[in-house]
């Protein structure tokens, strides 16, 4: 209980401290225009309540990520926690900041279009497909995961007949202007997120459940040898510590804010409320199973279903009205980021094209080859999806650090705030190639993480010299 409260505590505490510092960091000035006043066209740019942009922004990142991956990751043990916390302070909130203001201060545009701004051309167009191929991956594991709960909580009407009703729902909030659906709707799936963590928070303080604390870095998975902590644990905790889909969607918050002030509360404050959900999941999973090896087992048994881990866990420990309501918060979360994930991508093939959104046929028209991909993704093995999902996530948020960094070199900023995460998650996401079987599956370890040493120290010598070769056209 100590380490989860401490953490806890951190991660409020953050708030307020860090995220004051990378405020001046960004020279956040109220001042400044944004991009909902300059290029408001009633679709995307639509400016809103901060209240309201928050909100949206809070169940547009999180999805099942910090719910599924905190759940999975907890199979390794308490030092999920530590991961969690740290990670959502230093990494996941950060990036979330300042690639907010990054876009916000450059029109909404979608995340491919401001980091080739930053990092070239070439770059430009290799994260234009990167980013609409982890769009359609994102729609489809959100679809699959909602449906998942609510075939168990009313298995008589098809899985397949949920999925489609989803399906139904995202086609149309993805086409309707902004505030007609996501901005009148989401308050109330909102409010089921927030019941749902609180409950949870209940059941862990006054319940008869022991959290583990953290007294060893041990790995506490089945086979720790076919699921080392390096780097398995920081592609599985996504969501929740940091996660390269976050930037995606701050391009649909970015042109509805009204004020710069707004940064911190939306883009920051929507990441730690995150990795607290993320954190109190994690520490439930632990508790409820009697521990990370018991919950490892449970998992086994099921196939790693975290959505059956989710079932069982609302139902128990809130009885049937609050595990319903803890069931609702589970499923409107990935709802609200299926859908933006789609509504991004048809963004970000606008942006690539130059296609004007504002007549409904185009939007028509992107959109429908989207679906139909998403739809036809659905029909392979969830478990598949969600590690491709996992690490392509990883990756992109690897490149958004690295965008930030030469964001903040360019404009004569330090960027040691970034530049340490980004060698971080690049080694990570590198580790991962080398040792995981979905890759090359290296039984030498040592031989793996040199490697992935040696392809991080190449990009950093890349970073190095874009950001002089910027300078000196800048000098």
């Not at 979360?333 to 048809?346: E, K, M, N, Q, V």
Request: hydrophobic letters at 55%; glycine letters at 8%; charged letters at 10%.
């Amino acid at each position: 209980m100590i380490t989860f409260l401490l953490c806890l505590a951190a991660l409020i505490v953050a708030y307020f401290t860090y995220g004051r510092r990378l405020e001046r960091l960004a020279q956040i000035d109220s001042g400044n225009s944004v991009p909902s006043e300059r290029l408001y066209d009633g679709i995307d740019y639509v400016p809103m309540p901060r209240w309201k942009v928050f909100l949206i922004q809070l169940l547009n990142i999180a999805g099942t990520g910090p719910i599924f991956g905190a759940i999975l990751g907890a199979a390794f043990g308490p030092v999920a926690f530590l991961w969690i916390t740290l990670g959502g302070i230093f990494m996941g909130a950060m990036h979330d900041f300042l690639s907010g203001v990054m876009i916000l201060r450059n029109d909404g545009l979608s995340l491919p279009e401001v980091a080739g701004r930053y990092l070239g051309d070439g770059m430009r167009h290799f994260i234009r497909v990167f980013c609409v191929i982890l769009m359609v991956i994102v729609g489809a594991v959100f679809l699959l995961s909602p449906a998942d709960i609510l075939f168990g909580m009313v298995p008589a009407i098809p899985h397949s007949v949920w999925v489609w009703i989803i399906l139904a729902y995202y086609f149309i909030a993805t086409l309707l202007p902004i505030d007609k659906i996501i901005g009148k709707i989401y308050p109330v799936f909102g409010a089921a997120l927030i019941l749902m963590v609180l409950g949870l928070f209940g059941v862990l303080i006054f319940g008869p459940y022991r959290i583990p604390e953290l007294t060893t870095l041990a790995n506490a998975q089945l086979n720790p040898r076919d699921m080392p902590i390096i780097p398995t644990l920081f592609i599985t905790v996504a969501c929740g510590a940091i996660s390269g889909f976050h930037a995606t969607q701050s391009p649909l918050m970015a042109r509805c804010m009204r004020n710069e002030k707004e940064c911190r509360p939306v883009f920051y404050g929507a990441m730690i409320s995150e990795s607290i959900i993320a954190l109190i999941w994690a520490a439930i999973g632990m508790a409820f199973f009697g521990g990370a090896h018991a919950l490892a087992e449970a998992l086994a048994q099921t196939g790693n279903s975290a959505a059956w881990v989710v079932n069982v866990i609302s139902t128990t420990t809130l009885g049937v009205v609050g595990g319903i309501l803890a069931l609702l918060g589970v499923v409107a979360a990935p709802i609200t980021s299926g859908d933006t994930a789609f509504r991004s991508a048809r963004l970000i093939i606008a942006d690539i094209f130059h296609i004007e959104q504002r007549t409904a046929w185009k939007r028509f028209a992107i959109a429908i080859p989207l679906f139909a991909v998403g739809y036809y993704i659905t029909q392979i093995d969830f478990s598949v999806i969600w590690r491709y999902f996992a690490w392509t996530n990883q990756t992109l948020g690897a490149i958004t650090l690295w965008t930030i960094v030469v964001w903040l070199a360019s404009t004569r900023r330090n960027c040691f705030f970034a530049l340490l995460p980004a060698l971080f998650m690049t080694f990570i996401c590198a580790s991962f190639v080398f040792v995981s079987d979905q890759f090359f599956g290296m039984e030498n370890r040592i031989a793996a993480y040199m490697l992935a040493g040696a392809a991080t120290l190449i990009v950093l010598l890349f970073a190095i010299l874009k950001i002089r070769r910027d300078g000196r056209r800048h000098a």
